[in-house]
C-alpha cells in the first residue's frame, strides 16, 4: 500500500515538500506519480517519474514542482515551490507495483490536503 504525508496550509509563494511510501510485498516499483483533485473537478495529473528517473510534468507546474524518489526507501517525492492558491488540492500518490508474486498491480495512496492561502 501507499502512505502519503506531508500536506498543510502555506501562504502563496511558499513550499510544501509532500512524500508517498510504498510497502508490503514488493518485488520492484516501476512509474510513481502524483496527481490532485480541487473541489468540484476531476482528478488531475500532476507529475510522474519513472524507475529510471525520467520525470513528466503538467504544464500548469513545470518549473515549480520537482518529482523526485528514493528506490532504496520505495518513496516517491513532491517538492512543491512558488506555489499559487489554484495549487489547493487533495493531492494522491501512484505507483505501478510488482509485487512478489510478479503480478503487477496499480496503488493509489490515501490523499493529503495542500491548501494555499493568498
Known amino acids: 500500500q501507499l502512505q502519503a504525508s506531508g500536506g498543510g496550509l502555506v501562504q502563496a509563494g511558499g513550499s510544501l515538500r509532500l512524500s508517498c511510501a510504498a510497502s508490503?510485498?514488493?518485488?520492484?516499483?516501476?512509474?510513481m506519480g502524483w496527481y490532485r483533485q480541487a473541489p468540484g473537478r476531476q482528478r488531475e495529473f500532476v507529475a510522474r517519474?519513472?524507475?529510471?528517473?525520467?520525470?513528466t510534468f503538467a504544464d500548469s507546474v513545470k518549473g515549480r514542482f520537482t518529482v523526485s524518489r528514493d528506490n532504496a526507501k520505495n518513496t516517491v517525492y513532491l517538492q512543491m515551490d512558488s506555489l499559487k492558491p489554484e495549487d489547493t488540492a487533495v493531492y494522491y500518490c501512484d505507483a505501478f507495483i510488482r509485487m512478489r508474486d510478479f503480478r503487477m498491480r496499480d496503488f493509489w495512496g490515501q490523499g493529503t490536503q495542500v491548501t494555499v492561502s493568498s
Open positions: 508490503g510485498s514488493i518485488f520492484s516499483i516501476n512509474d
Open positions: 517519474i519513472t524507475s529510471g528517473g525520467t520525470t
